[in-house]
């Protein structure tokens, strides 16, 4: 059995009723194929009579209001799914017996509803925003697939849930065909997404292109510009972006656009700033207005990681008096409200100004927040991070609390899976979103996550993330995990095992304490659990031969995942983490032969098999990270420790008490 064993049988069982907020009523007696599943998982979801089969020619009636994103997608889908022509039509546009019809627009158009309704989809007086319908039933006597959307995200986003909807034929698995279903769904925070905020080597920019387009895969609709060692976003944030520097940030807005991702652009002034100098105010203006000109509509001042025991001018003393946590919520204050009215309010089509508050992490109440509650204007988002800065667990009542104590409801800066801190050395963080609790929802505004310096590694935490933040409630962890090694490994199931071998190897979610809030390798730890209560009960052989496959999976996975992962840049990230998992699997596959040869009574094999597995492990201990990315340049990587080599020193240990 492999170590993905237990994320799997999650994920046949969640098919097998459908999804969450569908009633599983036929469930016993349904003979067909499972649903596939759905990230993020949509809020209703259930069979309509009939699979719709994919042929040579389909038609995309689309109307004016469906960009050529979304077009893209849909066109993409059906010629994956077999069509050889695909046209793409303007509506109004009657449906053509001849060929598969999709129909695409708003919800808001008299084409769409009907044939929604052809479909058994009803078309409810109000959707909130971002919310989609979609029928797809081949029985149909118009169109053969519809996908309706509030407004134009609603659309893109139903079309990423076609693009999941790809099955093979129920009576003719070489073909494909889409899943006979009707969908209703929308996101249930309005912001979710990720904030580049970390300390290190910032993404490259081909790394944020990459990270957006996935980010519209995944429906999230933020990404915060904020790295710590952007010397422009924080050491020198009063200078302008050099040329070429605005270019690439230009190319990111258009990339953010067109994956229907909000591009936000955060300044970081605190380090520096005088409150009371115009100089600075309209320094923080002017980049904000070169930014603006490229396209960015969402900003940010985040505050956070400054002290409020100093000034960094003598006139901020005179205007503010001494230094103190309420003198500093007071500029924060005054700085905030001047850039919401004369800024914001006077920029067409901008968001809600963003910020970090200086006390971020708790829900403590203190002077400082009493002068934000009061005084802040109620149109600024206040971002928090939970009750401390990596917390092993966000509540409802501590965001309603947090939510409380600023005056609004708070957005979650979420510091997982973020790996710039001493816990995290040696560290890729692959565990999934955990420990935050169902209901967040009706508390936060949106959360963020704050990824890894490996951009496409954090994939793993953050598809998971995006997947809590559209439908808390019905998020599971388990299966979410498993469609995210799914979407990394392109759909192939046997690529798919293998990374989820692989993630549990780097499941550990650590703190700023010493104990992490989610276990190290918990699927492999359960298997080493159960080896040595078969051993211990006398039945040796059945204990190596229990677990041996746990030790082939583990050294097959890096070949595997090289060989069939669909994203290049997640093996670039990964490598030394892949070099290191093939090594441990080598040496966990020898020890256990030197167990089966002093078993055998082979004395000097079993010497022999021990101590090249030895040599291996010191091998697999000794692949270090490359420079360059984290602030623990060249240190060591670190896979499964605590549980793969204690169960090889335990099994060493084992051989020399031989008896």
Request: with cysteine; proline share 6%; glycine share 6%.
């Amino acid at each position: 059995m492999t170590l993905s064993a237990v994320a799997a049988t999650v994920l046949t069982v969640t098919s097998a009723v459908f999804v969450a907020g569908v009633s599983p009523a036929s469930a016993g007696t349904d003979t067909r194929p499972p649903l596939p599943v759905v990230i993020p998982a949509p809020q209703l979801m259930e069979r309509s009579e009939a699979e719709v089969r994919v042929p040579r020619r389909a038609r995309v009636l689309v109307d004016d209001s469906v960009d050529d994103q979304s077009r893209q997608i849909v066109v993409d889908v059906l010629r994956s799914a077999g069509a050889e022509f695909v046209d793409v039509v303007s509506s109004p546009a009657t449906y053509d017996a001849s060929a598969l019809n999709v129909r695409v627009g708003l919800l808001s158009s008299q084409a769409v509803a009907a044939d929604l309704a052809a479909l058994g989809v009803s078309v409810p007086a109000t959707m909130p925003a971002e919310g989609y319908l979609l029928g797809a039933n081949e029985s149909a006597s118009r169109v053969d697939v519809v996908l309706g959307g509030v407004d134009a995200d609603g659309v893109y986003y139903a079309a990423q849930t076609l693009r999941q909807l790809v099955v093979p034929m129920a009576n003719n698995p070489d073909k494909k065909a889409i899943a006979g279903v009707r969908i209703k769904d929308y996101p249930v925070m309005p912001l979710r997404g990720t904030i580049e905020g970390f300390y290190g080597s910032p993404w490259t920019h081909d790394e944020r292109v990459d990270q957006l387009s996935f980010y519209g895969d995944m429906k999230m609709n933020t990404y915060i510009y904020a790295p710590k060692d952007d010397a422009y976003h924080r050491d020198k944030w009063r200078e302008p972006y050099p040329a070429d520097a605005l270019s690439r940030l230009a190319e990111l807005v258009g990339t953010a656009s067109n994956h229907h991702v909000d591009f936000t652009f955060a300044l970081s002034p605190g380090v520096s700033i005088c409150y009371s100098r115009p100089s600075d105010y309209e320094a923080l203006i002017a980049k904000f207005q070169a930014l603006y000109d490229l396209g960015v509509r969402s900003f940010s001042i985040p505050l956070d990681d400054i002290s409020y025991t100093t000034w960094n001018c003598p006139e901020d003393l005179l205007t503010y008096g001494l230094p103190g946590r309420t003198a500093a919520a007071a500029a924060q204050v005054s700085l905030l409200n001047r850039v919401q009215h004369e800024f914001i309010e006077t920029h067409a089509a901008t968001k809600r100004l963003q910020m970090v508050p200086t006390e971020y992490g708790d829900i403590t109440d203190s002077a400082y927040k009493q002068k934000l509650r009061a005084d802040l204007d109620q149109d600024v988002v206040v971002m928090w991070t939970g009750t401390d800065t990596v917390p092993p667990k966000v509540t409802v009542a501590e965001a309603q609390r947090a939510s409380e104590l600023f005056g609004r409801k708070v957005f979650l800066w979420d510091n997982y899976p973020v790996n710039d801190y001493g816990n995290t050395e040696g560290r890729l963080l692959l565990a999934p979103y955990d420990k935050r609790e169902p209901g967040l929802s009706n508390q936060l505004s949106g959360i963020v996550s704050n990824p890894m310096n490996q951009a496409a590694a954090s994939k793993v935490a953050v598809a998971t993330m995006a997947d809590f933040s559209w439908n808390d409630h019905a998020y599971n962890r388990d299966r979410s995990w498993t469609q995210a090694a799914r979407y990394l490994a392109g759909g192939d199931a046997t690529t798919t095992d293998a990374m989820l071998t692989f993630f549990d190897l780097n499941h550990v979610a650590p703190t700023f304490g010493s104990t992490p809030w989610q276990p190290q390798a918990p699927g492999l730890a359960r298997q080493v659990a159960t080896f040595w209560t078969t051993w211990n009960a006398g039945a040796r052989s059945d204990a190596i031969s229990g677990i041996r496959p746990s030790a082939d999976a583990i050294g097959a996975a890096p070949g595997q995942i090289r060989s069939g992962a669909a994203d290049p840049m997640f093996l670039s990230d990964t490598g030394p983490w892949l070099d290191a998992t093939a090594l441990w699997g080598r040496a966990f596959d020898l020890h256990l032969d030197a167990l089966d040869a002093r078993i055998a009574g082979d004395v000097d094999g079993s010497n022999a098999l021990l101590a090249e597995g030895r040599a291996v492990a010191d091998q697999a201990r000794a692949v270090t990270a490359p420079a360059g990315e984290n602030r623990w340049n060249n240190l060591r990587v670190k896979i499964g420790d605590g549980v793969l080599d204690k169960l090889l020193s335990d099994i060493q240990g084992t051989l020399q008490n031989w008896s």
